[in-house]
């Protein structure tokens, strides 16, 4: 039962001389109120009011201003698409429902007929208005939507044309509404609607221009007013969007310029401070289990105490554990004034010592795990109201740093992994070196005596001796290469089985001491002094991985020390509740920034290929690894080229508990 002619349509056709214009939705709202008003004013008699509703949602929203109007006539007509409850009835005014597909859902219609008083607004949504808002409808609320829309049409107060907008009108309703013919009859009656053209002609003539328009200027001007303020709002909210935005971009930039994760949260503290016009903004990394933390970037408004470098309580603070508890950010607008405050030890001295009167803490999340956190302080009165805007804005700060924090974590993993790999690549190389001198100039020297001695039955016999030895010192120095490999790759592996005994330090020394000197030497080795603390407690390691560690850095000691100089082993316990061992000689000494790196396996300071103090270059590497195979730690001192090296070693003291009796050390296997 649909009409697809449009009355707007059909309003132009009965009269071409009509010019429509176009109209913003809030115009039309206006214009229709400033009509509703006059009626509600009480000046006019009973007048015909018809209006028509595009949907059933836009008649909600002045259906109460319709039931007031009712009072004022009885010759009310709402027209509207039903999309709930709306329907044919005639309770405070008739109700007509027309059909979904009518063309009066793409038309918004007002007339006003009084006896000496008339208007109507005959309009037409504009296609292109409501194709973009199909488009949009997700996009944008639905209020700044409803602004763009823009009707086409008439609005007028010529008797003519409100009289003959009313029967196109009043036809449609009874297509509609059969039921209302006779009231509707009445209607048309009483303000003559129904005539031919000529007569509507006539009556344009006849009542033109006779209406008072204020009204209808002063609505025009309120809504003006407020479009204009919403407007203002909108420019603001947009300002501070833009402001936002140009913030987290100058942090998002910060980020991808930088991988160092000080340099980020340095610049994301200043600008986000400064942002916010805080006293002081703090970033620090934390966890979830942390009792304490170290504020370690700061943004500070002069005059404000600072509070970087402090040691930052967590465990004992509320605030924290609920950041904490519940993964999101919390404040506190008034510190004087909250129970969370007033109540906590902790809290009440941060806010007195640091003068903090509004909070904010927010935390680091990177997938839900704790990094660290946000604060921002505000140290001056009156106290800060903290703005929703503000509270979104620090959570996407948050969000950006995680992002560094993981970001730098990953890299920082890769730069670990990158160097693993090129130590990695130094001992290969090292490998190459070593096998070709360590093991193929023996091997040559060996074959070069044996073919001597297999080739030349003449020799003479000490010459023979020399062959002979030179070949067997060579053989064990080969076999001394394997097995400092092996055992190396033994310890690295954990293949090693580990017997963890009580003993005394001053008999591990003894034995390290009378087996390097058993050892054949071609020089005379330095003097070799102990000087063990007195009452030192007994350790506990490995009896026989404590002789090897001692034997080969006093061994070291000899090779790199000459005759007339001096090796002292002392061994005093230190403040951690260990036993620190010292090798010091007054040798050649090491540079500075070798110290950490001839524990490199490998590693000589001549290189493999210009050796002259022998040994493997796996010495080093293997006593580390069993010093931190009982959880000591292993390092060089020296002050430079020929002022003499220090290997300190440290090994855990028995526990009084534990305390075994005096155990035998087994000698070296
Ligand atoms: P090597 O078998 O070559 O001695 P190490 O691992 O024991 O292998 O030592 C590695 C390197 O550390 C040595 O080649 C030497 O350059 C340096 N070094 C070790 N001990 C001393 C020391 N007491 N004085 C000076 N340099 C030392």
């Not at 935005?245 to 949260?265: F, G, Q």
């Not at 200043?270 to 370690?296: D, K, N, P, V, W």
């Not at 509070?307 to 999101?328: C, M, R, S, Y």
């Amino acid at each position: 039962m649909s009409i697809s002619t449009s009355v707007l349509s059909d309003l132009l056709q009965s009269l071409p001389y009509l010019r429509p214009q176009l109209y913003f939705k809030a115009s039309l709202t206006a214009l229709s109120h400033a009509m509703e008003d006059q009626v509600l004013a009480a000046t006019l008699d009973q007048p015909l009011i018809i209006a028509s509703f595009q949907r059933e949602r836009f008649y909600r929203q002045e259906a109460h201003r319709y039931q007031r109007l009712s009072q004022r006539s009885n010759q009310i007509y709402v027209l509207s698409a039903p999309e709930t409850d709306f329907t044919n009835s005639s309770e405070y005014y008739e109700k007509v429902a027309f059909e979904q597909d009518d063309a009066l859902t793409q038309e918004w219609h007002l007339v006003v007929i009084a006896d000496n008083y008339a208007t109507c607004l005959v309009c037409r949504e504009s296609l292109g208005s409501i194709a973009k808002n199909r488009q949009i409808p997700d996009l944008l609320p639905s209020l700044e939507m409803d602004t763009g829309r823009r009707f086409e049409g008439i609005w007028t107060s010529e008797r003519g044309v409100s009289i003959k907008a009313a029967q196109l009108l009043l036809d449609r309703i009874l297509v509609y509404r059969p039921d209302l013919a006779s009231k509707v009859e009445k209607a048309r009656q009483r303000f003559g609607i129904g005539g031919n053209k000529a007569y509507y002609s006539n009556l344009i003539t006849e009542y033109a221009c006779d209406i008072d328009t204020d009204p209808f200027v002063q609505r025009l001007v309120t809504y003006l007013q407020a479009s204009q303020y919403k407007l203002h709002k909108a420019y603001r909210s947009i300002a501070a969007q833009a402001r936002k935005e140009r913030l987290i971009n100058s942090i998002s930039t910060a980020i991808r310029r930088s991988l160092d994760p000080h340099e980020v949260l340095q610049i994301a503290a200043q600008e986000l401070g400064q942002h916010l016009g805080a006293s002081r903004c703090l970033i620090y990394r934390a966890q979830a289990s942390e009792a304490q933390a170290t504020i370690e970037h700061e943004f500070l408004t002069p005059g404000i105490v600072s509070i970087a470098g402090q040691t930052w309580e967590l465990k004992q603070n509320p605030l924290f554990q609920a950041v904490v508890d519940h993964g999101e950010g919390v404040y506190v607008s008034d510190t004087m004034n909250d129970a969370r405050v007033a109540k906590s030890p902790t809290l009440s001295s941060i806010v007195r010592k640091f003068a903090v009167r509004s909070w904010l803490i927010e935390p680091v999340l990177f997938q839900g795990r704790l990094l660290g956190i946000v604060e921002l302080h505000y140290c001056t009165l009156p106290p800060h109201q903290w703005q929703q805007s503000e509270l979104d804005l620090v959570k996407a700060i948050a969000t950006q740093i995680g992002a560094a924090l993981m970001q730098a974590e990953a890299y920082a993993n890769l730069e670990e992994l990158n160097q693993q790999l090129e130590a990695l690549d130094r001992t290969r190389s090292n490998l190459i070196a070593i096998t070709g001198h360590e093991l193929r100039t023996p091997l040559s020297t060996i074959q070069v005596c044996l073919e001597s001695l297999a080739t030349e039955p003449d020799m003479p016999l000490e010459l023979r001796q020399v062959m002979l030895n030179t070949a067997l010192a060579d053989s064990e120095r080969m076999r001394k290469l394997v097995q400092d490999f092996l055992t190396l790759s033994n310890l690295e592996s954990g293949r090693v089985e580990w017997h963890p005994e009580s003993l005394t330090l001053q008999e591990c020394v003894d034995l390290a001491l009378s087996r390097i000197r058993a050892r054949p030497t071609v020089e005379k080795p330095p003097a070799i002094t102990a000087q063990i603390a007195q009452n030192l407690p007994l350790v506990r390691a490995d009896g026989d991985w404590l002789v090897e560690v001692l034997a080969k850095l006093v061994d070291n000691a000899c090779k790199f020390t000459p005759t007339q100089g001096q090796i002292i082993i002392s061994a005093d316990q230190n403040s951690n509740q260990m036993v620190e061992v010292a090798v010091i000689d007054t040798g050649r000494g090491i540079e500075p920034n070798l110290l950490e790196i001839v524990f490199d396996r490998f590693y000589q300071e001549e290189g493999a290929l210009r050796r002259t103090a022998g040994g493997t270059g796996l010495g080093l590497a293997i006593c580390r690894q069993i010093v931190n195979g009982w959880g000591g730690t292993i390092w060089a001192e020296s002050n430079g080229k020929d002022q003499g090296s220090q290997f300190h070693f440290t090994i855990p003291i028995v526990q009084a508990s534990k305390e075994e009796s005096k155990s035998k050390v087994k000698s070296k296997k």
